[in-house]
């Protein structure tokens, strides 16, 4: 996550502070919810990581936030719809990428 946050096209930087939030399991793949705050006097924002496999240290690529604010009582399922838009958005790609061929 943190790799993630600090490329120039994501956050840019190193978060001010992040915490692991919570985990879960979705298509059999392994996920940790994360808070972080962008600076000092920022608020908590939710992002995700993993699509890990088993006890796989990796995750397959479903690292993101889309900057919306920490809600303890919304952060799995927030975090779980993120993990659908990843998974679509690669889909998509694959599946254009299975017509050039």
């Not at 793949?29 to 920022?42: D, N, T, V």
């Not at 995750?59 to 975090?79: I, L, Y």
Request: with cysteine; glycine share 8%; charged share 30%.
């Amino acid at each position: 996550m943190l790799k993630w946050l600090a490329d120039p096209h994501e956050l840019g930087k190193m978060p001010h502070k992040i915490e692991l939030a919570g985990e879960f399991d979705l298509h059999g793949l392994h996920y940790c919810i994360f808070r972080f705050k962008p600076g000092l006097l920022s608020k908590w924002i939710v992002g995700v990581s993993g699509g890990f496999e088993e006890d796989d240290l990796e995750p397959c690529g479903h690292t993101f936030s889309d900057m919306k604010e920490f809600r303890a009582e919304t952060a799995q399922n927030d975090c779980m719809e993120m993990v659908e838009k990843i998974r679509a958005y690669w889909m998509e790609q694959a599946k254009k990428y299975a017509q050039q061929q």
